[in-house]
């Protein structure tokens, strides 16, 4: 078992399987991942704070999506950002 921090809503819970999602936002995530890649069809390079403003979706969440491996990185340009 993973412990594992919901990306959208910050909740600790326990899965099978590394994710970033918890149950009660996988439907928020696939939402949110459908704006981006659309997004990103559209603005190939943006960066994470440009999809973050226009989609209002935060830099944290886009760049999570990334770190994840969902995201195409040649589609887009992304700044990695400092905490
Ligand atoms: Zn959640």
């Known amino acids: 078992m993973y412990t594992n921090v919901c ?9 099978k399987f590394r994710t970033l999602t918890c149950p009660d936002c996988r439907q928020l995530d696939q939402d949110h991942f459908d704006d981006i890649e659309s997004y990103l069809r559209e ?14 979706i935060t830099a944290y969440e886009v760049l999570k999506y990334l770190n994840e491996g969902r995201l195409n990185i040649s589609k887009g340009y992304f700044e990695q950002m400092d905490d």
């Open 43 to 56: 603005y190939p390079n943006s960066n994470a704070i440009q999809i973050s403003e226009a989609l209002g």
């Open 7 to 15: 990306k959208h809503c910050f909740k600790v819970f326990k899965s």
